[in-house]
Each structure stands twice: as structure tokens, then as C-alpha cells.
């Protein structure tokens, strides 16, 4: 039985307990031992502590939280919106009705949209006119349009006519989509952690409340609000702070994990009540038919056949490829907790029925390779719009044979109900206006106590091989968690797609660019790194690699990123089918060449070929000062050593820089975590598995230590019966040993563990399966002592790469792995 978050929960089950002194569980022993693998005893009780959650017996620890003043109802005061955590925002989008604000409850308590009270955040819509004006130049009135005023060269507007200027009421424009519009009838609420709380991966949870919950069980709710809790990737277009901000919409990605369309509780529209849902959305190469199939195009997406070029894919929880997910039926008057588990190869949401308790998720996504808007930092955005696509708008076409099956009975033209973004509000704003808010009680963030794996360093960071970073061009090898070299390539005519792809082997991820139509420049499709100050006077060396769809001529320059765009250095580069090295001749920069610069890569037709139709891969961009000066390198880290006397950022107070490169709650045992060993990294002082009586253990037994294997898609960390162990073991994750000699060996025995059972994984020799062992009982948990053997008979023989490879479990990791014994 689940019981609320302030009660003993079960987090394991069909396990018995037992207790010793203050509340201390563990896995009970018998004398005899038996028949077989030891089965759970135990079952791991959550504590009432908020800062630690267990999942599937794996423990995560509060890196960040906001719980809006304490317990809920707990008849705190109002009080201001932590402004470490959050900004407010205000944008015109998915064409909302609303104007955000930025009127708190504490400067405004008449008028408000935020308010911090009795241990909740409130972001209450209210039916008003305000003209949020987004500046714009002007030399006489007439351009400012009705009701506007040219005051000292700039438009002041009051198209409400409420006798004020209400811009200074209206939350900022960042600069991300479309700007905030005059004249909207309703205010509300929308606040993001982007610059304040960004992080990757974790488990996120909070709990809400949707608008109206106040009126009486079984009422149907006015229509028309749509508030959501959701996440973009941090590398979006909105200011110039963090890793990166210049990625466009959907190369960010964006989670929506609660969106509520309150016109779904209507039930002669919607007579499933499938309200509440969650979306996710990420680019994707357009296939045939599709919508954005024209050049240039890409499709952002709600599901995904799979594979498609190794982005993502919906694991059986939606409709279908290209379906939205349907929604979910909850009681709209009641609190609800929702919980997002977001993994390196996929994510899972879930609601009310929680992963710490066992929960099953109502929606699972996976990632794949090239799915790197999904492995970056992302931040939180909780908003409640009024109207638009999903308040209105999203639900026209609908077939009607009257107006009465339409929202608010809009027409019925032809069969299709004809709504507009605010056709279907019907709401009372007199009797109900104080109701139209969405609560939030708290927002946590978790991360995994043994961290995260890293992305290697490119090579092409260390041009001299000397161990140090000297590549003034950061994402040089294009392995980082950001997609910003994808965007604003094509200019003048010039159309085509980039992305980047896993292509493996030795190059790995790559920039990929398809020339759909090269323009008439030699810019018109350029790729470029850009923003790196050069100084005059200073040697550089510069070199990448290219290869393409034909044999081509390239031209690649360094040319200054602004005004005149004057060419520091040129060099064509004739490009086969296969990887070609362009090294140009060391450049000097001009006496007066000092400022920001950029490496570009010019794929357009009015340069040295017709490059339509062409495809190009790019890898190892390098720029370097010919003495290697050490330049600053933060790969796959948002803190830490940068590696040449700086940082690669600051934790929030009370987290720690982690050895995994992000900010997180201090380890138990004090200070910051052990560290998570870079992603496919093994230790060097690991001993080879093939050589001579390394690792042999008594009777001729082999052992093969998992740490000393080489991993790909999980790590080591403490907690083997014999050396370390590796866990983050899920399907498709390969340990692997190189030179192992099988000749005269009959069987293979695997160390594992899981408090759950079910994990399966197949032994390969020379990329053959030779084998198979599954964990048929839950060994009580992931470390020693509860750890069992695992084993399967050999027929192979020879010396070759013996692999222990995942196959896929609901539950995510299939089991920790401490050695293999050859016998």
C-alpha cells in the first residue's frame, strides 16, 4: 500500500522487515543457504526526509528544490518568489491570450499573478486588458499606431486605453519566439529557472493543482486555462549566459511533463476526460509526406518511429508515431505529485504512482545517439496561459454535425467545428475569476548518489598531445551536451538540414550538413564555430576534418564575426568520399586584427562548386596559437576545474561540484562526490584481461574484474565483493574484455546484483553470442554484501573480445556486475 509522503512508504516489494535500534533495515541471513540466488528479505523504507528518495534500490539526493515557504497550509505570509531560483518571463506564443506580469501579491495585493503564501506558489490569470509593449524606434506618432505615443525616439503605447503606460507592469521580452502583443484581454503568470537552475538528468518531482479545483466534486470546470510544468534545454535562444543560448526551437528539446487542457473535463466535447497529459518534442530529419518535408524543414515531434537517425522514440506509452499521447483522466480538484525520471538513454513520467514507491510510468521515452537535446542541461518552466492551441485552438477541426459539439458553439462549417484560440472561454470571471490559478506545493530535483557518466574529451582539444587543452574552439569534436553549431546556417537562397551523428569508430559524433539548395553565395550555407577572440600580432594553427558525398572542393576561413567580416586566413581543401585531413598553413593575425572571429566552413554554390544535393561531415575543428597556450576546457562539466586556472562555473549554495562535472548535494560522507570516471574511460591502471595470470584465481579460475573492462554506457564505482563493480548497466550497454583466451574454458560465472529480478544479458566472444545469464531473484540490492553468481557454459574456443551486453528491462539497469569468473 502507497500511503502520503509524510508516512513510511514501501519501496521494494515482497520483502519482509526487520529493525534493529532507530529504524535500521537491512537483508536477513539464514544458517543453511539456499537452493538458490538469495531472495530479498528486506524491504528499504523511505524516510520522511524530502532530500532522499530511493529508486529501484538505487539512491538519489536533493540537489535543488523550492517548497514556496514550507509545509503546505501551514498559514505562512505572503512573500516574494525566490529570485536565485526564478524569473518571470512574457512571450507571445502558441497564440495565447495572456499578457505575463510581474505583479507579486507583496506590491500588488489587489491585482496579482504571483503570490508565495500558506506553503504554495500561486500563478493566478485574471480577465484584464494590458498592452505589453514590446520598444520600437520612431521619429513621429503616426508610426506608434492607435492610442500610441512617440516619447524621446521611442513608442509608448496605451491601445487599452487605461490611461497608463503598462509596460513597466509586463514581465520582461527575452528574446526567445515571438515578442509580447498589445491588447490582450487576459494577465497571468509564468515564471523559468533558465540561468538560475539548470541541470541534466536527475529525477524531478512536484505536486499541483490545476485551476477551479475549488469549485464542487463533479463539477465541470469552466474552459479554456492551460497551465503546464515543463523543461527546455538550457542551450535555447533566450540571453547570453550559461554553456550556450543561441540553439533554436526544437533543437533545444523541450519535456512538457504536465499539460492540462481544462476543455477536455467537458464531456459532451471530450467524452473521455482525457485532461491531463505530458508531450515531448525534439527535431527530427523529415521523411517523406511529413509536413516539414520541404528543405530546411524539421519535425518536431511528439513520437517517433524508431530508429530515425538515432533520436528518440516513445516506448509504447503514446498512440502511435507522430501522435500526440492522449491524456490521462485525474480529478482535476485534487493535489497530484508527478515524477520525472530522466536516465542518459531515456526519460519516464510518471503521476501519483511514484518510481520511489514502486510506481509504473504513464509515458516512457527512449534516447537515442544523435539525441543530444535530451543530454544536455535543461531548465524548469511553470506557466498558466489562457486560451490558445491547447486551451482552444488545438481542438479545431473537430468533426460536429451541429455547433453544439463544438467549443462554446462555435460554428460548425462543413462538418469541422471552426474555434479560435479563445472560442471555447466561458469562464465567469465575477463568480470564478479568483479560481482560475494553478498551485504548486513544492519542485525538487534529484540527482543519482553515484553520479552520471561524462562525455570523453574530443582528442582535437589537445592539439600537441601534451594532455592539456589548447583548442580555442570548445566543442571541437561536436561530443558536448548542446546543439548550438546546428542553427543559422542558411542565408541568401541557401537551404538544407545539419544535425550531429554517432557515426562511431574513430570519429564518433560528427557535424552533418544535406545542401538542398546551395544559394547563390558563397555564404549562403556556411558552418561555422564562432565567437573566440583572436590577438593581434599571435600565430595560429588551424586544421579540421572533412569529408563528402562527392569529391569536392571546400573552402574554410577565419574570418571576424561582426563588421567588416574581414578574412584573417583562407585555404581550399579538395574533399573526398572518404575522411580528409585540411591542414592549412599557419596564419599571423594583422596588427589590427584583434576581436571575435570565427572558423567557417563555406558550403554555398557562388563559391568553388554547385554543392546542391551534397552532403558533408565535419569533425576535429581545431584553432590553436602555435606555441599550444593553454585554453579553458569543460566538457561534459558545468563546474569544476576547467583545466587551465579557472572554472567551469559555480554551484548554487548548499551543492557541491561533484565528480561527474555537476552541481549536487554533498555525498553523505561529506565534501563532494567520489566521481563517476568519464564515459568509455577505463582505469588506467587496470590490469589487461589477457595477460599472463592477471587476475587468476585459485583451481586455474580466470577472474575478469568488471572495472578493467572496457565500458561502453556504464561506469565503475566502490561496492564489489572483489575490486569495484559497474553499474548503470541497461540494455544495449556493453563490458568488455579484449584478448581473453577461451580455449579449455567450459563456463563463465557472472557477480551480479538488483533488488529486483528479471535482468537479463547476453555473453558475445568475437561479436557471437556464446551465452546468456538472467537474474531469475532479487539479490536485496546493488553491492556487496548482496551480490549472486550468475552461469552459463561455454562451447568457444580462441583468444578474442568477450562482452557481457545489456538487453532491456523495465526497470532500467538490469544489474550491477562486480567480476566474471572463466572456468
Known sequence: MRRSGTAWAHTLRHCGIWMLGLGMVGCSKKDEPPPEPPVCQAEALESTDPSKVTIAGVPYSMTWGDDFGGALNGGQPRSKLNAAFWGKENLGVNYELQAYTNRECTDNPTAWNYCVEDGKLTLLARQEPLDCVVWQQCSATSACGTNGTCVNGYCLNDQNQNGVWDHDECAPANGVSNPPVNGTKYTSGRISSDEKVEFRYGYIEFRARMPFAELPAGTVPPQGMWPAIWLLGANSAIKNGGIDDSAGWPMTGEIDIMEYSQIKENPVLFPGNEAMGFNTLWREYPEPGELAASPGGWQPNACSEWPNNGDAKCDGTVDGPRATWKGKTLDYHQWHTWGFLWEENRFRIYIDDLPQHGGAPVGVFSIGDDATEFRQPMYLILNNAVGGELGCLGWNGRTCATSAQCANNAACVNGKCQETPGSCLNIDWAAHGDKAKLEVDYVRWYHRDSGYARLPRASCQNGDGQGTSDNIIRNCGFNEDFTYHRSDLFFEGGQGLTDIRNEGGEHGSVQWVRVDNGGWQSYSVQVRQEGFTLQAGESYRWKVDLKA????????????????????????????????????????????????????????????????????????????????????????????????????????????????????????????????????????????????????????????????????GCWAEAGGDSGDKVVAFEGGDSICWSNVNLTGRTSATVHVGAPHAGGKALLTFNGGVIGTVTLGTATCGWSAPNLTDLTTALSATGTGTLCLTGETHPEGWIFSVDYLDLK
Open 549 to 712: 558525398s562527392a569529391e569536392l572542393p571546400v573552402l574554410i576561413k577565419i574570418v571576424q564575426a561582426q563588421e567588416p567580416w574581414g578574412v584573417a586566413a583562407t585555404f581550399t581543401c579538395n574533399v573526398g568520399m572518404a575522411w580528409t585531413a585540411c591542414s592549412p598553413p599557419d596564419f599571423v593575425l594583422g596588427a589590427t586584427g584583434t576581436g571575435k572571429y570565427k572558423f567557417e566552413i563555406d558550403l554555398g554554390n557562388g563559391g568553388l562548386a554547385n554543392y546542391s544535393g551534397k552532403e558533408v561531415f565535419i569533425d576535429n575543428m581545431y584553432l590553436g596559437t602555435v606555441t599550444h597556450a593553454c585554453q579553458p576546457e569543460c566538457t561534459g562539466k558545468l563546474c569544476g576545474d576547467d583545466g587551465c586556472g579557472g572554472t567551469c562555473g559555480a554551484c548554487l549554495p548548499g551543492t557541491v561540484c561533484a565528480g561527474w562535472g555537476q552541481c549536487a548535494a554533498p555525498s553523505p560522507g561529506g565534501g563532494t562526490d567520489g566521481g563517476t570516471p568519464d564515459a568509455g574511460t577505463p582505469d588506467a591502471g587496470a590490469p589487461d584481461a589477457g595477460t599472463p595470470d592477471a587476475g587468476t584465481g585459485e583451481g586455474g579460475t580466470v577472474r575478469l574484474e568488471a572495472e578493467a573492462a572496457a565500458l561502453e
